[in-house]
């Protein structure tokens, strides 16, 4: 692992725990990292298919610029603030 790769996981599951609480942070955070993963193979493995048909990178480049349009768009209203389980998991340790 690069050490930009150990800050983007640091970055991610500090925002699972800033949000969600510590409670179910190793679930949350696999669930996070399982879907990062299935996203990179699935990507991958369709820029080759795309381009044994076209034979041309062309295609996949607009796909993954649509993607990462509509990933930006989806995680507009995300909010970096404490979730309801967050907040009760702090007034129990208090």
């Given at each position: 692992?690069?050490k ?7 970055r991610?599951?500090g925002l699972?725990a ?10 949350l ?5 399982f ?19 076209y ?36 007034k129990?340790?208090?």
């Open positions: 692992m690069d930009y790769q150990e800050i983007k996981v640091a991610k599951t699972v800033q949000t969600q609480g510590l409670t179910y942070l190793s679930t955070a696999g669930l996070v990292f879907s990062h993963q299935t996203g990179a193979f699935i990507g991958a493995w369709l820029g080759g298919r795309i381009y044994d048909i034979q041309d990178y062309t295609v996949m480049w607009w796909a993954a610029i649509a993607l990462g349009l509509l990933a930006a768009i989806l995680h507009l209203p995300i909010k970096e603030e404490a979730s309801f389980l967050a907040l009760e998991e702090a129990v340790e208090a």
